[in-house]
């Protein structure tokens, strides 16, 4: 399985500033998927981030507001930019190279004021 | 599109056994997830159903129907530590993308 850090694990921001999630996997990986968990809620898919193309956005989410780079095969970043209450919310990062497993990182929880 | 429900709570006694399902809609699935998360952690990988019927690993197993839509997790000799929410969630066909139902939280009572 792969081991799955994430950086900040935590952060309060203000409102209309960026935050940055970096995402960092100890093997090659080739797909590596963004999740946003709302408070009491399940896991609800950003984009799928595959290194040397343009990361691949779900219904909702847009690449304005969420920015994704995937420099490598071993590590990503997320931004959530101008961000608002709503952004509140604890960002995994996660992947699967077989189609019978999917890993997660320990999360990214985010508190806008 | 897909759509997972789960009921949202459940409750039960330390020893017992529990079934948690899971009924899906969707036009295709490479196969169904059961991931367990604790409050304030990341989910945890549970199984992975591809073809029909029961797969038991140790107190847990998971039991899928194509035909039906439907999924469950059972837990037996249920513990105090797996109170917890249990998360059903589709694999995608011809993909890697995963969606997952609202969970369902699981209290385990004394």
């Known amino acids: 399985s792969a081991v799955i850090s994430q950086k900040p694990s935590r952060d309060i921001c203000q409102r209309g500033t960026s935050l940055t999630i970096q995402c960092q996997v100890d093997?090659?990986?080739?797909?590596m998927f963004w999740y946003r968990q709302q408070p009491g809620q399940s896991l609800t898919l950003i984009a799928t981030a595959n290194q040397g193309s343009e990361a691949t956005y779900e219904s909702g989410f847009v690449i304005d507001k969420f920015p994704i780079s995937r420099p490598n095969l071993t590590f990503s970043t997320l931004t959530v930019s101008n961000m608002s209450p709503e952004d509140s919310s604890i960002y995994l990062c996660?992947?699967?190279?077989?189609?019978?497993?999917?890993?997660f990182g320990p999360g990214t929880r985010l508190t806008v004021l | 599109g897909q759509n997972i429900d789960q009921p949202t709570e459940m409750t039960a006694t330390e020893g017992a056994i529990v079934q948690i399902n899971c009924t899906y809609q969707t036009s295709g699935f490479n196969g169904l997830f059961w991931y367990q998360q604790h409050a304030g952690e990341a989910p945890t990988f549970l199984s992975y159903n591809v073809l029909d019927g029961l797969e038991e690993k140790g107190r847990f197993s998971s039991f899928l129907s194509r035909s039906k839509g439907y999924s469950y997790l059972l837990l037996k000799e249920l513990q105090m530590k797996d109170s917890a929410s249990y998360l059903c969630a589709l694999r995608g066909a011809g993909g890697f993308k995963t969606i997952f139902g609202a969970g369902t939280r699981l209290f385990v009572k004394a």
């Open positions: 996660s992947v699967g190279e077989t189609y019978n497993e999917q890993f």
């Open positions: 093997s090659q990986v080739t797909m």
